[in-house]
T-cell receptor, first 112, second 113 residues
């Protein structure tokens, strides 16, 4: 079964708008939540990550919001740009674990 | 970019033939992973390694085997390729310490006719 559920599958946003991608998990043992960005023909690249001891982490235009009680986390892209058009994956892992569990991905298109 | 090289980058082969994909790292990381990426499924773990000669299965390991005889190389073998194994395969590495991200190679696009 899918350990991490991601939505939406695809997203179209106007330039300058806010892109929001959501993920949910069930395993309360997860304690590390990275987001990856993937461009066509390339491998996923780490974008930003969060641990459950904080509710929000911001790096430039990218922010992760984390709701531990709801077991949900989301990626917000402020002032979205055409260059942000890519596929985004959320993931989760246990600090002492070997495996990462990925969401199914969100294809983001930012329209100029 | 993390020092990860996947080879070949593209391969077309026929059903029933053996195929080996190679992942080479220059980071001396302990953990190495093989994923396949398919539309609607995201990234699914095939096998991973936590040291030389130490490997374990992921969620979609049937039909695949792996070997790691050196820290820097992790091989994925399809003993008898099937059309359902047509996919993009990614290798990832991770440092020894827990709670650290994986870093991915640029993938191998494999087509099995």
């Amino acid at each position: 079964q899918q350990q991490v559920k991601q939505s939406p599958q695809s997203l179209i946003v106007q330039k300058g708008g806010i892109s929001i991608i959501n993920c949910a998990y069930e395993n309360t043992a997860f304690d590390y939540f990275p987001w990856y960005q993937q461009f066509p023909g390339k491998g996923p690249a780490l974008l930003i990550a969060i641990r459950p001891d904080v509710s929000e982490k911001k790096e430039g235009r990218f922010t992760i919001s984390f709701n531990k009680s709801a077991k949900q986390f989301s990626l917000h892209i402020m002032d979205s740009q055409p260059g942000d058009s890519a596929t985004y994956f959320c993931a989760a892992s246990k600090n002492t674990g070997n495996q990462f569990y990925f969401g199914t991905g969100t294809s983001l298109t930012v329209i100029p | 970019d993390a020092g990860i090289t996947q080879s070949p980058r593209h391969k077309v082969t026929e059903t029933g033939t053996p195929v080996t994909l190679r992942c080479h790292q220059t980071e001396n990381h302990r953990y190495m992973y093989w994923y396949r990426q398919d539309p609607g499924h995201g990234l699914r773990l095939i096998h991973y390694s936590y040291g030389v000669k130490d490997t374990d299965k992921g969620e979609v390991s049937d039909g695949y085997s792996v070997s790691r005889s050196k820290t820097e190389d992790f091989l994925l073998t399809l003993e008898s390729a099937t059309s359902s194994q047509t996919s993009v395969y990614f290798c990832a590495i991770r440092p020894d310490s827990g709670g650290q991200p994986q870093h991915f190679g640029d993938g191998t696009r494999l087509s099995i006719l």
